[in-house]
Every structure is written in C-alpha cells, then in structure tokens.
C-alpha cells in the first residue's frame, strides 16, 4: 500500500502540511498509518513524503512501529508523488494507493477493495451523495441527477503492472485521482462500497470532524 | 423562509424523524429554527410538518419563541410539502426554502442568498467537491471533472410567483430539490457560495459531526 502524503499546509491555513496536524495528539498520518497497518503488513507499506518533509517524519516516527517503513520522495505534484511510490512497487503485486490524510477508512473498506482488484484488475471505495448536485456552465449550471453519481475515496487498488504503466504516460494535469490515470490509458474501474467517515482532512472543519470521529 | 421538516426517521434508524432527535439536548429542528431566525423575523417563518408530527412539535415549542410558528402539512412526498408551504406565501415575495435538518447554514449564507434571489429572481448556495467524481452507467462508470460540479444546499430562494407557478406543474418525481422545480419550469437558476458546516443531518455519522461543529 502507497500512503501519498505530499500535501502541504496552505488549505488549512498551518505553517506544517496537513498530514502532521496533531489530532487528539497524534499526527494524522499516524492515525492513517495504524489504521492501515490492521489490515496492511508494515513491509508491505510505502509512505511518500516531500522531501523537506523527511526530517520532520524521522523525528515523529522515531522509537514507533513506523520508524523503518519504506519510503519514496514525493514530486512537485500528486502525479508525480504517485509514480516515484510506484517504482518501488513490483509489478506482478496489487497495489493500494491511499490519501494519508484519510485515516477513518474502514478495514471493510480496505478488504473489499484488494478483493475486488484481485478479481478484476482495479477497486476504487465510492459512496453515494447526499446532496443535489449541478453541473456548472461559464454563466450557467443544469440540475443533475444526483444517483448517478458517486464521491470517491481511497484506497484505490490497481494490478500494479497496469497501473504503472498508466502513469509512464505523460501527465495530463488535470487528474484527481489515481482511477482516472488508470482509465485515462484504456483500462475499467470497478467500484466497492466506501464508507461514509472515511473523509479526506482538508479544512479546519475537517479537523473538528475528525476529533469527533475518535471521541 | 419555508423549513421544511417532512422527514422520517428511517435513514437515521431510530424511531422519530431526524429533525427531532436531539443534538446537544436540543431538537435539530430548534437548532435550526434559531439559526434562521438570526436573520429572518418569526412571523416570516413556516414550518412544514407532517400531519403525524404535531403533536410533537406542539410539545417541544411550547414556552418557546416559536410557540406561534405558522405551520403548514406536510404531503407524501417533499415536492408536496414544499408546494403545501408555498401556498401560505404571498406572489409578490421572496421566498427561501430550507431544509429542517441543516442547523448550520451561516447568517452569510442565507443573506447572499436573499440578495442574490432579490437581484436575479434565484439563489441557492453551493460548494466545491472535495472529492472527485464519478458518473454511474449500468454496470461502468467514468471519472469526471470535479471543478464542473457543484453539491447544493439551501436556503434556496426564488421570487415567490415564480416558484409557486414552478410547484404547481406535475411532480415529475426525481426532483431532490426546488432548484431543479424551479428550472424545470424554464427559470434560470443563479448560484451563491455556501459554508462548509451547512451539512444535512441524515446518518449517525452525522450526528456527531453536528455534535463537533456545536462544541
């Protein structure tokens, strides 16, 4: 499993990247990492961090279960940071590829997404919305069908030769997520049930959120 | 402004309908009652209610500043419970439309709302996607771009005429909110930035985000 946590701090309005926001004391990369280690072997996880990051990673991850964990230098951005967790990757695994700032995914999550990716090649976790939804225009938008619709989370799991490959291709810039690499080269998406804690921390209230998630 | 409380407690698997259930020792309904009341005066509120909750609502206002509220029966569906509302309300007005359980809309949003619908005849606040999207097909899917879509909230606001003429045309059924009503019968709908917190209490999760956003 990959963990991207290049993200810095500018959204939520910190001097450190998101991914280091203590939350009930804890950075929240930790939470995501001990969440993941319930399902995921700590050999078998990837963590890739910016480079100006790395000290800050040793410091905090000193004297716990994390202190060896495999790590990769992130790029300028998330397509890069993605591909360099991926060289370490071998080709013939699955491979997960998860947000670190989503420490609330499920074991259910996590278990049903490798199943699936190992039946079909790929498994994104997606719930459903709960809102309207509209398409916008220039000037204009268009009430759409909210049902048929779905919010995608991580995990996402991919045969990791295909995904590696997706992402040789030239960068397109305007990729969200690792399932639009992975279709943007030919290849099909299939979708699990994530579930609806399982938030990406993005803004100060994403922080209250969480704290009430652990309370 | 029309608050629209016509729902039942299914979802939230308990046995009174969300909009009761309470948060902080509080109904949600009260939470959201004082909210809008914040910047719209009593005697401009309508509550719509099912018939089955009256009762209830008779007891938990009682002694309170809405003890007088003007209240409306709820129908069926929410189509006819906005449209039972909306008949209470004079042509020549700005009416908004809330819905019961979103306790957490901001003064600023409900007053861009207003001001914005006083301009250009609509208004409704949205949101950015934090996640990215995709589009369901009968057993496929495909990403799309997150920066074109928008997730809907209310207060939505319409010149009254217009909206009660949009409300009295046949419910086609897949209306999830009165935006989409209110184009459907060829009106142009104009967007205003939501917050963040102005969320829909529909699941347990929910609950304790609320609980968080209140401590």
Known sequence: ??????????????????????????????????????????????LVLPESEIDRWVALSSGTKFENLKCA???????????????????DALVGIHDAVRPFVSQNTIASCFKMAEEKGSAIPVV??????????????RAKDRTKFRLVQTPQCFNAARIKAAYEKPNKGNFTDDASVYEEAGNR???????????KITSPEDLKIAASFLS
Chains 1, 2 share one sequence.
Do not use: C, W
């Open 73 to 91: 230098l992130g790029g300028a951005t998330r397509y890069d940071s993605v591909k360099s967790g991926l060289k370490l990757i071998d080709k």
């Open 128 to 141: 459903e919305l709960k809102d309207s939804i509209r398409r916008v225009f220039t000037g204009t938008s």
């Open 189 to 199: 998406i299939h979708l699990v049930e994530g579930n609806n804690e399982n938030i």
């Open 1 to 46: 499993m990959i963990v991207v946590a290049g993200g810095s701090g500018i959204r939520m309005g910190t001097e450190i990247p998101k991914q280091f926001i203590l939350l009930n004391g804890k950075a929240i990369l930790l939470h995501t990492l001990e969440r993941i280690a319930e399902e995921i072997e700590i050999e078998n996880i990837i």
